[in-house]
């Protein structure tokens, strides 16, 4: 088998925010420290000297680098000031660069000023093309008919758009990251789907992957360093992050409830419902645990940086900003359809909301927000490892 040797690996990885881990001479440290290292997962050691060595296509099937929750404790122990934590979070945005088609998500992490233009003229051209479609004299309607101001089957079909080609761009990447792993770990399409046996253990990797870790944060809960017992509950970093993905999930799951309403009859598109209904519930509950996490999130971040206590790249800041604002923006607009008059500026956040949102879903696989894909998929074959040493 020849083994490829990458002489750029680290210098490249250097350009995603990659401290300099020359300096690291593979004392274990890290390793013995990290509450969530085993022995199918002796990290960062073992994806730092991949790195080292020039074994790209090594680092990118590791499923390692989706497993790390970047507690720091690795970061803190690092005899040489080597700061491994780091260079796992800078690993993983090399890994989304290197795993979806367009090239999109390596301008955003190593050119961030042309990144943020980017997104800010990406989120400008869907509000200015939802502009020339609107119907300015609604604004003057005795009735907040936002799907009037601007039509619900366009606001439908860029949506359909925009999902479409999420999905692609990040399907191609998912793909590229099982064929990668799984080459790594000899996963074969027989060791998961050949018989009865290995259906069952795949179905439990499954399970362990989304529902108990994804969704659950079980060793995140019970293994990360900052949540001890003296860590408050409402800051604890399992908390935030769970808050904010079963926010995103919520959301998603509300419009997918309300598009049912209206297919239903039950209500018109753009009209205001009674809180209780079950979209709008989950829509309010779901809307309050995003903005909840991603406040939290944007205030420990900015404190950390000011204190020079973390390094924050614009990448993160600007998925930060575009979640804030399309959860804030949908209050506003809930506010402004329950007024009894109604007001124009309900029409304009409406449009910065679409725009935003839009924006969001689109970027989905190029941002920090990809770990939403990649992460299962790691965890699965971190699963499946697991079962099959029983």
């Known amino acids: 088998m020849t083994t490829v040797v990458d002489l750029d690996l680290m210098p490249d990885l250097q350009k995603f925010g990659a401290a300099d881990v020359s300096a690291c001479f593979s004392c274990g440290s890290c390793t013995a420290i990290c509450p969530l290292s085993d022995n199918d997962a002796t990290f960062p050691?073992?994806?730092?000297?991949?790195?080292?060595?020039?074994?790209?296509?090594?680092?990118?099937?590791?499923?390692?680098?989706w497993t790390c929750y970047h507690c720091g404790l690795c970061s803190q122990s690092c005899p040489t000031q080597a700061d491994p934590g780091e260079f796992m979070a800078a690993a993983r945005r090399y890994a989304i660069a290197s795993?979806?088609?367009?090239?999109?998500?390596?301008?955003?992490?190593?050119?961030?000023?042309?990144?943020?233009?980017?997104a800010v003229i990406v989120a400008a051209l869907f509000a200015m093309f939802m502009l020339t479609q609107a119907d300015l004299g609604g604004i003057d309607s005795p009735t907040l008919d936002l799907f009037e101001f601007v039509p619900s089957e366009l606001v439908h079909w860029?949506?359909?758009?925009?999902?479409?080609?999420?999905v692609l761009a990040g399907a191609w990447g998912v793909a590229r990251m099982v064929r990668a792993t799984a080459r790594r770990d000899g996963?074969?399409?027989?060791?998961?789907?050949?018989s009865r046996a290995a259906l069952?253990?795949?179905?439990r990797a499954a399970w362990e992957a989304l529902g108990v870790e994804s969704l659950g944060q079980r060793r995140f809960r019970r293994d990360c360093?900052?949540?001890r017992d003296f860590e408050p509950l409402w800051r604890r970093r399992w908390l935030v992050h769970a808050l904010t993905i079963w926010g995103f999930l919520g959301l998603f799951g509300?419009?997918?409830?309300?598009?049912?309403?209206?297919?239903?009859?039950?209500?018109?598109?753009?009209?205001?419902?009674?809180?209780?209904?079950?979209?709008?519930?989950l829509g309010t509950v779901a809307g309050l645990s995003l903005m909840y996490g991603v406040s939290v999130f944007i205030l420990g971040r900015w404190r950390r940086w000011s204190a020079a206590q973390a390094t924050s790249t614009g990448s993160d800041w600007m998925l930060l900003a575009l979640l804030w604002i399309t959860g804030a923006t949908g209050f506003v607009i809930?506010?402004?359809?329950?007024?009894?008059?109604?007001?124009?500026?309900?029409?304009?956040?409406f449009l910065l909301h679409v725009a935003v949102a839009m924006e969001l879903m689109l970027m989905l696989p190029f941002t920090k927000f990809a770990h939403a894909m990649y992460r299962p998929v790691a965890l699965f074959f971190y699963a499946l490892a697991k079962d099959r040493t029983r």
Request: no cysteine; charged share 20%.
């Open 187 to 194: 996963v074969t399409w027989d060791g998961t789907l050949g």
């Open 334 to 349: 809930e506010v402004a359809l329950y007024l009894g008059q109604p007001p124009a500026w309900g029409y304009w956040f």
């Open 158 to 166: 860029l949506g359909v758009g925009a999902m479409v080609a999420m």
């Open 200 to 203: 069952r253990r795949t179905a």
């Open 225 to 227: 360093h900052d949540d």
């Open 254 to 281: 509300a419009t997918l409830i309300d598009y049912g309403l209206e297919l239903l009859g039950v209500k018109e598109t753009g009209t205001p419902i009674p809180l209780w209904y079950p979209s709008r519930a």
């Open 99 to 118: 795993y979806e088609p367009t090239g999109l998500a390596r301008v955003i992490y190593t050119r961030p000023k042309l990144g943020t233009a980017i």
């Open 45 to 65: 050691r073992r994806v730092i000297r991949y790195a080292q060595v020039g074994r790209r296509d090594e680092l990118l099937g590791a499923k390692e680098l």
